[in-house]
């Protein structure tokens, strides 16, 4: 079935420091969410990106869709303590029910003050 | 503000045990899911429910069945639990095209 890969696992940056990560599908995405999981707790709904080309941006994150629709980031600039956890894009099934999500596996960013 | 709710934070269970897991949402919503999160393995979905009576199966069902006899309330059953499925648990109800999650099931089978 279809497979949403994420990169880095892991990022460990400094306060200050940009964060960048990447998603990539196997086949091309009708659209593609992004949610954050603070540690300890679930996923939280970010941001839905739906056109070729797509950038949105929510103060200090921007993420961008990929013209060919497979592909997909979030960057954060000048990262705070407070964008700790486990960030999560997800896209649709492919050939099944539009409502289900496949996850990739996320990426964990730490924040040194 | 959607809230979706589960019936225990944290459970022990012995091998064998039959476990439900209830899932509560309070926005109508007509589509909920469950999911199992493990450290390397992402949310992976177990089974999925589109409306009342009605459910799919995720990527990975075996070992898992579900009831959904309320619009609200979408309930998890390990037939007889085995030390593979403990796990966090995390139920989910859509939105608009969004998934609301509740704050997790953290099951530990022994």
């Known amino acids: 079935g279809q497979q949403v890969m994420q990169i880095p696992q892991y990022q460990h940056v400094q306060e200050g420091e940009d964060f960048t990560t990447y998603c990539n599908s196997s086949?091309?995405?009708?659209?593609i969410q992004w949610y954050k999981q603070r540690p300890g707790g679930h996923p939280v709904f970010l941001i839905q990106?739906?056109?070729?080309?797509e950038v949105k941006k929510q103060k200090r994150l921007t993420f961008q869709f990929g013209e060919a629709k497979k592909n997909s980031s979030l960057h954060i600039t000048a990262t705070q303590t407070t964008d700790v956890g486990t960030y999560f894009c997800?896209?649709?099934?492919?050939?099944?029910?539009?409502?289900?999500?496949?996850f990739g596996k996320g990426t964990l960013l730490t924040v040194n003050p | 503000d959607v809230k979706v709710t589960q019936s225990s934070r944290y459970l022990v269970k012995r091998t064998g045990e039959k476990v439900f897991l209830e899932c509560v949402q309070d926005?109508?919503?007509?589509?909920m899911f469950w999911y199992r999160q493990d450290p390397g393995l992402g949310l992976r979905l177990i089974y999925f429910?589109?409306?009342?009576?009605?459910?799919e199966k995720g990527d990975i069902p075996e070992g898992y069945s579900v009831s959904r006899e309320k619009k609200e309330r979408f309930s998890l059953i390990l037939e007889s639990a085995s030390t593979n499925q403990t796990s966090m648990y995390l139920c989910?109800?859509?939105?608009?095209?969004?998934?609301?999650f509740g704050p997790g099931t953290r099951l530990t089978v022994t």
């Open positions: 989910a109800s859509r939105g608009v095209y969004e998934q609301y």
């Open positions: 086949t091309t995405l009708s659209n």
């Open positions: 990106l739906v056109k070729s080309g």
């Open positions: 997800a896209g649709p099934y492919s050939g099944g029910s539009n409502y289900k999500l496949t």
């Open positions: 926005m109508d919503h007509e589509n």
């Open positions: 429910s589109y409306d009342v009576k009605m459910k």
